[in-house]
């Protein structure tokens, strides 16, 4: 891993608030996360590789809900994976989230997921198909 750089916004404090730090800690990824997860807003980790290729992973949180993503750069296009909610059966729901709509089977519940995959990200530079299809 050659970058890495933390950002946030926490979009219901008054006035709302954010920043980014680069060569984030875990603890401080997990701070951030939570402030936004707890509110509403946004927490985005991105990464360059070995190969000067960018990842990044995104979390949009409002209301008790989560929209997951992780765009991943290739050699010739941008993969992007999000989590799948396996409770919500086709074609599930839309919704607002940050004034996006998103469909529910996109949205996560469980801010503990939402944890895990962060810290799977920071530590591997990847997120499994367990969590993001």
């Known amino acids: 891993m050659t970058y890495l750089n933390l950002s946030w916004t926490v979009a219901t404090r008054f006035p709302p608030y954010g920043g980014n730090v680069d060569n984030p800690n875990l ?4 701070e951030k996360l939570l402030a936004s997860l707890h509110s509403s807003g946004t927490v985005t980790l991105e990464m360059e ?3 000067e290729r960018s990842k990044s ?3 949009r949180a409002e209301n ?3 929209f997951l993503s992780l765009g991943i750069e290739t050699e ?3 993969i992007v994976r999000t989590y799948r909610n396996p409770d919500v059966k086709p074609p599930g729901d839309m919704l607002d989230i940050l ?3 998103w469909n529910t089977q996109a949205i996560c519940r469980d801010s503990e997921i939402v944890m895990a995959v962060f810290e799977e990200f920071f530590k591997t530079g990847d997120v499994s198909r367990k969590y993001l299809i």
């Open 27 to 30: 603890m401080t990824i997990a």
């Open 49 to 51: 590789d070995e190969n």
């Open 57 to 59: 992973l995104q979390v």
């Open 64 to 66: 008790g809900m989560y």
């Open 76 to 78: 010739t296009d941008w």
């Open 99 to 101: 004034g996006d709509r």
